[in-house]
């Protein structure tokens, strides 16, 4: 399964369209940033990390690859990302993504910015969800190499212990990964990413 497919070079440097964020604070490669508004198509699915990743890309690109009731076809964005459901965070101890094989995962599509809610074509698979996130803060952790629920883990514990050092946003959420390349990119060219939303204290 590809996180990405579309619009991909050998190498697997895409030029998909990806949400507008602004750099509040940068050091090495973690950053806060604050994400413009935006809108997601998402699908939530039960089981492994592994397993959902596949149905939930799945279930995704057939609706941007016309899977709607006008048929349209939607370009790709980056990135795409998953996040569990079924663990909740303190605002001190971030559950980080763990192995559970009755979890639930959601993942999303970022819409292109041309849309808005009114005119996305509207989903004929009822998984799919349309929905609209507002401007938010969010610390990231960028990372190259394969990826996977352990890998994941560390870079988000990484993330957190970097964000106990800061006095003006505290953690809202669960860590997320997110995704920006097809699978046959070669590992040091690979964008991947942890994110963990924030608010100001």
Known sequence: MGLLTAGCSLFGKG?????SYQVILKQENKEIRKYNSHI??????????KDAQSE??????GYIFGKNKSQQKIAMTAPVVQKSES??????APV?????????WTMTFS???QFTIETLPVPTDKRVQIEKVEERFVAAIT???FWGESKNAEEAKKLKEWMKGNQEYELISEAMFAGYNP???LPFLRRNEMLIELRRK
């Open 40 to 49: 997601i198509a998402k699908t939530t699915i039960s089981g492994s990390f």
């Open 183 to 185: 699978p046959w990119t």
């Open 96 to 104: 980080l993504i763990a192995s559970n094989e009755n979890k639930s």
């Open 56 to 61: 939930g890309f799945r279930i995704l690109a």
């Open 143 to 145: 990372f190259s190499g």
């Open 87 to 92: 663990e909740k965070i303190s605002m001190t």
């Open 15 to 19: 030029s998909e369209e990806q949400p």
């Open 111 to 113: 819409m292109p910015s």
